[in-house]
């Protein structure tokens, strides 16, 4: 694991990475974040497509194609139509501000030596044997509410699956679900998650999904819902296991929501772990710091170090962190404490409420680890 940070005066940018390598395949994950310096979000763009010009010059980078895009993005509606269409990848655009007081940020992952080809809002990664599918940026906007929302995207994204000879049950490793209005709009999510995961197979008798549900808000005004998911084809049911970590939470199924805390996918060389949207709670699904957000940052923490150690990983081996805030005047606290604790690992912090408005941070999480599995190799 490489961790580098390269700061570009010119640009009043900094780019973020960790690279990974094992086999003949390397991962990167990188985030861009720029100084605002009081530009329009036009100049903040080409800054940040400057930045992005000279990530891909780096010499840990020669080689390697995106596979993934991401924007966080602070007033979506007016910003995407705004942005060139030049991704060669699968892109979501999502009204998250970046807390560092920029107008945009960007997350990247990026391999090499794999085949990656894009069809629409796909982007499919093929390799000794497997097919990664990354869909973004999926929405329905013919129904008028979160629940109808929900089926229609998510009858949407089996759609694409089926496409790819992939199923919601068999496939599918982690799905995010942006919400407009979190506060308001979450139950009906939930509601119709819960009910089309049923009719596919998804109960608390099989399994469910890693994912993240949080606020967030579509560049589409009439968009609720945004959902992005990520599937595998190729690999047999014994190379992926769900997380728990019983002792320090819950299984979400308790108080009816649909998804796996956690998922480590394992290859030839090296195990994937996927951590979902993780907040401050205990193993009894209560909200644990009421109001004290260092109380609720380092629980938070705790809970994803235990998942990580289920999987056979602790920080160490964790690639990228998104962090959801509730109210940005925790920025600084919150940001003072992740730097402290994670000064290497390209994180960025996001104006996004977590789905309880008890919650006050949520995170996120990809770990990568070095592995001698009886697979075939990423």
Not at 13 to 42: K, R
Not at 229 to 245: D, H, I, S, V
């Amino acid at each position: 694991m490489k961790h580098i940070t390269k700061r570009i005066p010119s640009l009043r940018a900094t780019i973020t990475l960790t690279a990974f390598s094992a086999g003949s395949v390397s991962e990167i994950h990188a985030m861009l974040s720029i100084e605002p310096n009081g530009d329009t979000f036009a100049q903040q763009q080409q800054r940040v497509i400057a930045a992005e010009a000279e990530l891909m010059q780096m010499p840990e980078l020669q080689g390697a194609k995106p596979v993934m895009k991401r924007y966080f993005l602070s007033d979506a509606a007016n910003q995407v139509p705004e942005i060139a269409e030049q991704d060669t990848c699968t892109v979501s655009y999502i009204q998250q501000p970046p807390l560092d007081g920029s107008k945009l940020a960007v997350w990247l992952y990026l391999q090499t030596d794999t085949d990656i080809h894009t069809e629409g809002n796909t982007t499919v990664v093929e390799h000794n044997g497997y097919r990664h599918i990354w869909t973004m940026g999926l929405c329905n906007t013919e129904a008028e509410t979160s629940y109808m929302q929900t089926w229609n995207t998510l009858i949407n994204y089996i759609d694409i699956l089926r496409q790819h000879d992939a199923t919601l049950e068999q496939n599918c490793v982690r799905t995010w679900f942006f919400v407009r209005d979190v506060d308001t709009q979450y139950a009906g999510l939930v509601k119709s998650r819960r009910e089309c995961f049923n009719e596919q197979g998804l109960t608390t008798n099989t399994h469910y999904i890693a994912s993240t549900g949080i606020g967030g808000t579509p560049a589409d005004a009439r968009a609720i819902v945004q959902l992005g998911g990520y599937a595998l084809t190729g690999f047999q049911p014994e190379q992926q296991r769900y997380l728990y970590a019983p002792t320090h939470l819950n299984r979400t199924s308790d108080y009816g929501v649909t998804f796996e805390r956690g998922t480590l996918l394992q290859f030839g060389d090296r195990n994937h772990i996927y951590i979902s949207g993780t907040a401050s709670i205990d193993n009894r699904g209560e909200v644990l710091h009421v109001g004290d957000i260092r109380l609720q940052t380092r629980r938070m923490w705790e809970n994803v170090e235990k998942l990580l150690e289920e999987g056979g990983m602790t920080y160490q081996d964790v690639m990228q962190i998104i962090v959801y805030l509730r109210d940005g005047a925790d920025y600084s606290v919150v940001n003072a404490m992740f730097r402290e604790r994670f000064p290497d690992i390209p994180f960025i912090i996001t104006l996004a409420p977590v789905c309880r408005p008890t919650w006050l941070v949520e995170m996120e999480c990809i770990a990568v680890k070095a592995a001698d599995n009886p697979y075939p190799a990423l």
